[in-house]
C-alpha cells in the first residue's frame, strides 16, 4: 500500500519509528516530515498528507501530534477526507469498518508506539463494510459540495 505520513515535533519521534515500521512491512511510505522533533506548525503537515489522500497520491494517511486532535481536525477539511482520531485499536477497526476513514491520527504524548503500530496495523487491515454505513456517508456529498 502506499501510505502517506507526517507530523509535528511532538509526534516526530513516533512518526521516525512508524515510517521504518511501514516500510518494513513493504508499504510505499511517502513521508512529509518534518525532520526534527523542532517546534512546528501541525496543520501544514495535516494538510499535506491530507491532499494525498484525497488526490489519491496515497491509499491512506497517518498523522502523529500530541493528541491527534489538530491534526484530524485539520485533514477533515480537505475535500473526500475522513480522518479519525484513534486512541485504541477496536476504534480504528470502527473508523475503518463504519466510517470508511482514510487518515489515522494518532496521539504520539498519550498513547505508546506499541499501541499506536497495532492501531495503524488494524486501521490498514480492515475492510469498509458498506450497506447502511455507505447510505450515511453519502450524505457527506452535499456537505462537501456547498460547505453547508
Ligand atoms: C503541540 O504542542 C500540540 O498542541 C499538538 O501536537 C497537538 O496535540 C494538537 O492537537
Redesign the pocket.
Known amino acids: 500500500m502506499k501510505i502517506s505520513i507526517g507530523s509535528?515535533?511532538?509526534?516526530f519521534e513516533q512518526k521516525q519509528q512508524l515510517v521504518e515500521y511501514l516500510t518494513g512491512l513493504g508499504h510505499e511510505v511517502i513521508d512529509h516530515g518534518p525532520d526534527s522533533d523542532e517546534r512546528v506548525d501541525?496543520p501544514d503537515y495535516a494538510v499535506k498528507v491530507a491532499m494525498d489522500v484525497s488526490f489519491k497520491r496515497a491509499d491512506y494517511g497517518v498523522l502523529v501530534?500530541?493528541?491527534g486532535?489538530?491534526?484530524c481536525i485539520f485533514a477533515n477539511k480537505i475535500v473526500r477526507v475522513r480522518a479519525a482520531n484513534v486512541t485504541i485499536p477496536e476504534f480504528a477497526e470502527l473508523a475503518r469498518a463504519h466510517n470508511d476513514a482514510n487518515v489515522v491520527c494518532l496521539s504520539g504524548?498519550f498513547i505508546d508506539i506499541d499501541t499506536n503500530k497495532k492501531i495503524v496495523d488494524v486501521f490498514l487491515s480492515t475492510e469498509f463494510e458498506g450497506g447502511r454505513h455507505a447510505q450515511r456517508l453519502a450524505k457527506l456529498l452535499p456537505l462537501e459540495r456547498t460547505g453547508a
Open positions: 509535528d515535533h511532538a509526534g501541525y501530534c500530541g493528541t486532535i489538530g491534526m504524548r
